[in-house]
């Protein structure tokens, strides 16, 4: 059915003898972000994605996803890598850097030294405030593009979505929101706080890699294996041990507690 119907769609450029070109209209193939907040049918890949049916699945739809893949997907997400990956460096060194206050050397008994040098630690200073600077308007830039994305989409089908999309919108988000969480930390001056939520943010930000490695076909079977056991297997592991745990916990507590006595 599908295959007719994809036939029924394609318009003939030229031909000439037995060969002839054929245009397939992308429209409903492929997601479409031009409706703001309006309810819409899902795309043929979203349903393949969705309701994981196999039967559609067809050399067309497979030779036209390749071709979008090879002429503009693949150039954009290799921009994007490289973006992010740049970013994730200065904000790693930054990171470094503002955790480094001091110089240590060893004497000539083998005792530490701590020496501290005015210049190198202006330098670092000035380093660390661009850094920072870096850090904070990179989170204010991509938060700026989830909310235009949520705007496009609509809130519902941003939070629905699945597979990679998922994984890009739940980590893209939760970096953004933890780094001003950090920003407010650290003007309230509540270190201990601050280190807690910036080694969170440290793991969702390199996490966030895991997307562009994901089509892949080298790294991508991993990546998606990792995925299924967190959302899948080790998800509904918490959810049984958590359980025993509150239960367990409960008992001992009533057994064993002697503050009420």
Known sequence: MLSWLLKERTTVQWSFGHVSCLLHP???????FRENNKKRSLSVLEVMIKKNNGGLVDPIITSLTDKKWKHFAYRVLIRRFLITFLYLLVFLGTTILERTHS???????????????EHSATIRRIVCTIGHAIVVTGALLKSARE??????????????TTGSIFLENLLAS???LSIFVVQILRLTKLSEY?????AFTSLVGWSYMFFFIMPFRFTGPFVIMIYKMLFNDVLRFCIIYTIFLAGFSQAFFILFNENGK
């Open 26 to 32: 992308l429209d409903q193939l492929d997601l479409d």
């Open 103 to 117: 110089d240590v050397t060893s004497d000539e008994n083998g005792e530490k030294l701590v020496t501290n040098n």
């Open 147 to 160: 909310i235009g994305e949520m705007y496009s989409m609509g809130f519902r089908n941003y939070m629905s």
């Open 174 to 176: 939760t970096f953004c």
């Open 194 to 198: 601050e280190s807690l939520v910036l």
